[in-house]
């Protein structure tokens, strides 16, 4: 067992012409632990990211990794970390195993190695074609597979699956899975999507504006912060906001169009939609469409900033 | 065996030849531009150019034109001068319109008028085979002999001044484009995450650009020597090692250039304008020293000049080592010199 953190964050700060990226932020990540890193456009996720890859220095602030620093063993952090950043392309008309060939001679590694990356990643049948006929999940698959050349202790992964298939998204979450479970690996992994967030990570850090608003298993948010359910729903004539505060388990109206089209939270959907629904019949009011659903992160990033995730 | 540096090189020259582009930019369009200037320039066809003469009251009664014929040949130039008898606007649009080179007025007393632009090198030069063929013979009897041996002709001066071009492109492209298009794809950031050896990384450009620039001068070369007889006077080691600094000169420059840009415009904006510089300068086409004289003093030790002199004096005038010691010196100055300084201000990432 260890006994401290892999990763060590102490208050932090990155600005970027007087505009502060990454704002005192704090934060630990243990052995064998996958932490999503959620947030909007913008939010500092990948500033953060880039300066525990050593790619950006701190104004202010330590990153500590296995007790080491950028500062003093750089050379040795380059060697127990695996990174792939946002879009790297890869020259287009270099193969993939030329690819996977090359990064791995930089980490010293034979082809043995790296032809059994190439089953890991799955892209076997793809070994002699060239990047650029690769698909867009192929691609990510092999960033990934550069990533993981050498074993890494630490994983670090900017939007791995941003703009791909939800097939595609599902065969790299199972690499990422088989990595967890084989090597112990533990990861930091940037994303817009709650449920790879969900599905992969044992915590969840959501931030903005360069600061970490909740920092928790995906549990724990849902049901500490702001628990509830959500009931969406669209009507044909307007409805007080008096009559909806009235119905019993309702804890927020919240407008997108006044009156016609609204989102309810509640504390139970069972117990609140009948009575909703009986007081829009019997004012002879009609529902044109209508949604009820769990609260989602992006419900939780919204009661906590007024914005949605995906701005 | 998976050793990087290998890597590096040989997935270079592999991506060289998978993109056809690449291989007629920088191979056969510098060969093809040689043979086009080369025989542009050594053409041994007759050259035509026409005068007119006005057709006045003097015109049949002087001495000088009614000897003339209305086709004559120059030999020494190798010129054949047709002479059109106009009256003067037709003379004069023909001038404008640049169907004849020059107007000639017959005047009293056999004097004669020339309406010609001075600027104009061929309206100059007619002038001159007129006045002597017009006008009674000088004094004393002069002798003509053409030069056409190897080593003095302008074939002789382009090439040496081609491979020079061809190397300064060569590298400054090759190099400075390849590593600005590495930080913009962002693969130059993922590389340095790795324990890559950013010397070896540079040292694998350089390694690469030294084979390609080789392959491409022996072709230029051989090239050379089969159509166009071209010979080198001075030793072969001597090109080698101007080569050698060459390459060093501009591969260091080119990594100067390199160290910065962030876009493609901006990058391809530098490139474009120190490349582009050098060759108007450097006299790679034609001699520089029709440039002011303080430019000259200069523009001899612009990196592009101090190589295609150095080339030059090697291939046309057997120069020995001595004699390019300077400009050798000075090329590997500037290469190790910008290298220094775009190593310490290079944006890895």
């Known amino acids: 067992m260890h006994t401290s953190p892999l990763i060590t964050i102490q208050a932090i700060t990155k600005s970027f012409k007087g505009v502060k990226a990454v704002d005192n932020l704090t934060l630990s990540v243990g052995y064998n632990e996958y932490v999503a890193l959620l947030g ?3 939010a500092g996720k990948t500033t953060l990211v880039e300066m525990i890859e050593g790619l ?19 050379a040795f952090l380059r060697t127990i970390m695996g990174i792939s950043l946002q879009e790297t392309k890869f020259t287009d008309k270099m193969t993939v195993s030329e690819v996977l060939d090359l990064f791995g001679s930089f980490y010293k590694l034979g082809k043995k190695v790296t032809r059994q990356i190439l089953q890991t990643i799955r892209l076997e049948e793809k070994a002699k074609a060239y990047v650029v006929t690769l698909s867009g999940g192929q691609r990510q698959k092999l960033a990934l597979g550069v990533a993981m050349l050498n074993n890494p202790q630490l994983l670090l992964l900017d939007e791995p699956t941003t703009g791909l298939d939800p097939n595609a998204r599902r065969e790299i979450w199972d690499i990422l899975m088989q990595l967890k479970k084989e090597r112990g690996t533990s990861m930091i992994l940037t994303t817009h999507y709650m449920e790879e967030a969900a599905y992969l990570c044992d915590r969840i850090v959501i931030i903005d504006k360069g600061k970490i608003l909740a920092d928790d298993t995906l549990a724990t948010l849902l049901t500490s912060y702001d628990p509830g359910e959500v009931i969406a729903f669209q009507v044909s004539s307007p409805l007080a906001t008096n009559s909806l505060y009235e119905i019993r388990g309702v804890k927020d109206v919240h407008w997108i169009e006044e009156g016609v089209k609204g989102m309810l939270t509640v504390e139970s959907i069972t117990h609140t939609l009948p009575v909703l629904l009986n007081l829009v019949e019997s004012s002879g009011n009609t529902i044109t469409s209508f949604e009820s659903r769990k609260k989602t992160l992006d419900d939780l990033f919204r009661t906590m900033t007024g914005r949605s995730l995906h701005e | 065996m998976n050793n990087s540096f290998i890597n590096l090189v040989t997935l270079q020259i592999k991506e060289f030849y998978r993109e056809p582009e690449v ?6 369009f510098p060969l093809a531009l040689s043979a086009i200037l080369g025989f542009a320039f050594s053409q041994q066809g007759v050259k035509e150019s026409s005068v007119a003469i006005i057709e006045n009251t003097f ?25 059109l008898v106009a009256q003067p606007e037709q003379a004069f649009l023909k001038l404008k319109r640049g169907e004849v080179v020059m107007v000639v007025e017959p005047a009293a007393n056999n004097n004669l008028i020339y309406h010609f632009d001075p600027a104009n090198e061929e309206a100059n030069l007619q002038y001159l085979l007129l006045e002597k063929k017009l006008h009674s013979p000088p004094a004393g009897a002069s002798t003509v002999r053409a030069v056409s041996t190897p080593g003095s002709r302008y074939i002789d001066f382009l090439i040496p001044g081609m491979i020079a071009f061809g190397l300064m492109n060569s590298c400054i492209w090759g190099i400075g484009w390849n590593l600005i298009e590495l930080r913009i794809k962002k693969l130059l950031r993922r590389m340095v995450a790795t324990p890559m050896s950013k010397s070896e990384f540079l040292l694998a450009q350089f390694t690469t650009r030294l084979l390609i620039t080789f392959f491409e001068n022996i072709l230029l070369v051989l090239l050379a020597y089969l159509v166009f007889d071209l010979q080198i006077q001075g030793s072969l080691l001597n090109v080698i090692l101007l080569f050698l600094a060459g390459n060093i000169a501009f591969g260091g420059i080119a990594i100067l250039i390199a160290s910065r840009p962030e876009r493609n415009q901006v990058g391809s904006g530098i490139i474009n304008f120190v490349t582009l510089a050098m060759t108007i300068l450097s006299g790679v086409f034609f001699s520089y020293t029709n440039f002011p004289e303080w430019a000259v003093k200069i523009i001899r030790y612009v990196p592009l000049t101090l190589l295609a002199d150095g080339l030059r004096s090697v291939f046309n005038e057997a120069a020995d080592f001595p004699q390019i010691a300077l400009q050798v010196v000075l090329l590997l100055g500037y290469g190790i010199i910008s290298f220094i300084i775009g190593l310490r201000v290079f944006k890895w990432y």
């Open chain 2, 59 to 83: 015109t049949p009664i002087h001495a000088g034109i009614a000897r003339l014929q209305s086709q004559s040949f120059d030999s020494v130039s190798n010129r054949q001068i047709t002479l």
């Open chain 1, 40 to 42: 909007p456009n913008g």
């Open chain 1, 56 to 74: 950006q220095k701190p104004d202010s602030g330590s990153i500590t990794i296995q007790g080491k620093t950028w500062q003093k063993d750089a």
């Open chain 2, 23 to 28: 291989l007629f930019w920088s191979v056969l």
